[in-house]
């Protein structure tokens, strides 16, 4: 009930009161922020070596258009994510008030939302390439640049699934998942008509026919509609069995004002205003 009624009207009152997405129902805040900080320097390492790599072989062309791939987009939203959390994270460690809790209101609901998309789009980019786009890799730089964008990508989601105290996916963030879907489809054609080329093979209306290239555009939609399905419960799943069996409630910070208990049932909050330990 708490938890489905906040994820209906998850942007009613404030933000985050508990400091949800910078905690850890097992990782103290500074283990938190050293681990997100590691994994986006790892992300923006991997995206400037590959460009590095591109320039010195010849591939400039290459790098300037990965950003019309949606792929490569989603790894750039990771390591930006991880950025953004790891100083989130990190200014509440030292301080006990995350930069978040600072942070305009429009700005949290959008850092929610980005939140969303960083725990559903790389689980639809991995399934995407490894099963319609991977072919050989002639390089060991390949294998890896590839592994790194398009398998790691998904360790990278499901650490933000599994570790932090983040609360179930709100139903409206369903919204703008779908809507930047429709914006990069919008993309995608773009990319060909201003260069040229069909960033994926299976847009392609020169080689396939319009009703295969909705179906595959009406499939990647039920796809990601199905992901933040099962990522939604898995969170549910994760809330119930850390916080309610394990009464896990959380590692908090030793500086700051304490949080303190209230009822949950009145405030629609899952678990979401508790005494640290």
């Known amino acids: 009930m708490a938890i489905g009624g906040r994820a209906t009207t998850p942007y009613i009152g404030p933000i985050d009161p508990t400091h949800r997405?910078?905690?850890s129902w097992i990782l103290p805040p500074g283990i938190l922020?050293?681990?997100r900080t590691l994994l986006?320097?790892?992300?923006?390492?991997?995206?400037?070596?590959?460009?590095g790599w591109n320039g010195s072989h010849g591939r400039s062309d290459s790098s300037r258009q990965s950003?019309?791939?949606?792929?490569?987009?989603?790894?750039?939203?990771?390591?930006?994510?991880?950025?953004?959390?790891a100083v989130h994270t990190g200014s509440y460690w030292f301080t006990g008030v995350p930069l978040l809790a600072r942070w305009p209101k429009a700005?949290?609901?959008?850092?929610s939302m980005f939140y969303s998309t960083i725990v559903v789009y790389p689980w639809i980019v991995t399934i995407v390439f490894w099963a319609l786009l991977a072919g050989?890799?002639?390089?060991?730089?390949?294998?890896?640049?590839?592994?790194?964008?398009?398998?790691?990508?998904?360790?990278f989601a499901f650490f933000e699934i599994f570790f932090p105290r983040t609360e179930p996916l709100p139903w409206l963030s369903l919204i703008p998942i779908v809507i930047l879907l429709a914006l990069y489809l919008g993309l995608a054609y773009l990319t060909y008509a201003t260069e040229?080329?069909?960033?994926?093979?299976?847009?392609d209306l020169q080689k396939n026919s319009s009703g295969v290239v909705a179906a595959y555009i009406v499939g990647i939609l039920v796809a990601a509609i199905i992901v933040f399905?099962?990522?939604r419960y898995l969170i549910v799943l994760r809330v119930w069995v850390t916080e309610k069996k394990l009464g896990k409630i959380g590692k908090f910070s030793k500086k700051g004002q304490a949080i303190t208990t209230v009822d949950e049932e009145d405030k629609n909050l899952p678990l979401d205003r508790i005494v640290p330990k």
Not at 40 to 51: D, E, L, R
Not at 67 to 77: A, D, N, R, V
Not at 107 to 111: F, T, V
């Open 21 to 23: 997405f910078v905690t």
């Open 33 to 35: 922020f050293a681990l």
């Open 40 to 51: 986006a320097v790892y992300a923006f390492t991997t995206i400037f070596i590959i460009f």
């Open 67 to 85: 950003f019309s791939y949606f792929t490569i987009l989603t790894y750039w939203g990771l390591a930006f994510y991880y950025a953004f959390s």
């Open 107 to 111: 700005l949290q609901i959008a850092h």
């Open 136 to 155: 050989h890799f002639d390089s060991t730089f390949s294998l890896w640049s590839n592994t790194s964008q398009h398998a790691l990508n998904a360790a």
């Open 196 to 203: 040229g080329f069909y960033v994926y093979p299976f847009l």
């Open 229 to 231: 399905l099962l990522v």
